[in-house]
């Protein structure tokens, strides 16, 4: 089993649509969790961190269910500019050191 | 303020050849960690690098190898190259050891043929 799962998509969405990822992960330890959008063949930038009270970010909101192991991103009001590949990102600690543990990333495409 | 900078952007080697990458991180950060990102994956750690010292490393066989320099910079060697090493190689920074935000890197993309 990975460490962290998400479902690859694509995801087609018309503009102006809700969506929703989904994110599990396996090491019951881990600290720190992020949503990491990436463009297509351009380095990982930090969308959102998660945390346990939820947070929102204008269209954007997280949430982190930790007894579930689960971390979910919603999308609202889709633009055509939020086409892109959203990687869920968990981070355990070993010995005081953090690393990122990336999911394989969920792809989304906006349709005008 | 510069970001994390990465060079070179492109790179094309042959099996069994040698490679090595380098990374600046982004002004402030003392810590620097290295993906390996196949194409149509999540970025693999492969190692993080602390005061000098390889702090943690994941899954990779020790052709892989790495070095921080004093002002904070840092390399990644791969030696014997295999086909599958064909990937784009993210260098990550932050802040200290705790539980802070990695910036990346733009990367380098490596063709082993």
């Known amino acids: 089993r990975k460490e962290v799962e998400q479902d690859p998509g694509p995801f087609n969405v018309p503009e102006g649509a809700t969506v929703a990822f989904n994110c599990t992960y396996s090491n019951s330890a881990s600290q720190s969790f992020f949503w990491y959008r990436q463009d297509c063949r351009k380095e990982p930038k930090l969308l959102m961190s998660?945390?346990?009270s939820g947070n929102e970010d204008g269209r954007f909101t997280a949430q982190l269910n930790r007894a579930s192991q689960y971390i979910s991103l919603l999308i609202r009001d889709s633009k055509l500019s939020d086409s892109a590949t959203y990687l869920c990102?968990?981070?355990?600690?070993?010995?005081?050191?953090?690393?990122?543990?990336f999911g394989t990333g969920t792809r989304l495409k906006v349709l005008a | 303020d510069a970001g994390v900078t990465q060079s070179p952007t492109h790179l094309i080697k042959t099996r069994g050849q040698q490679v090595t990458l380098r990374c600046s991180p982004k002004s402030g950060h003392d810590t620097v960690s290295w993906y390996q990102q196949a194409l149509g994956q999540g970025p693999q750690f492969i190692f993080q690098?602390?005061?000098?010292?390889?702090?943690q490393r994941g899954n990779f066989p020790d052709r892989f190898s790495g070095h921080q320099f004093p002002n904070y910079s840092s390399e990644l060697n791969v030696n014997a190259l295999l086909l599958g090493d064909s990937a784009l190689y993210l260098c990550?920074?932050?802040?200290?050891?705790?539980?802070?935000?990695?910036?990346f890197g733009a990367g380098t993309r490596l063709s082993v043929l």
């Open positions: 990102v968990v981070s355990p600690t070993t010995s005081g050191t953090y690393k990122y543990i």
């Open positions: 690098y602390y005061e000098e010292e390889e702090r």
């Open positions: 998660v945390y346990s």
């Open positions: 990550a920074s932050s802040r200290g050891q705790g539980r802070n935000i990695q910036y």
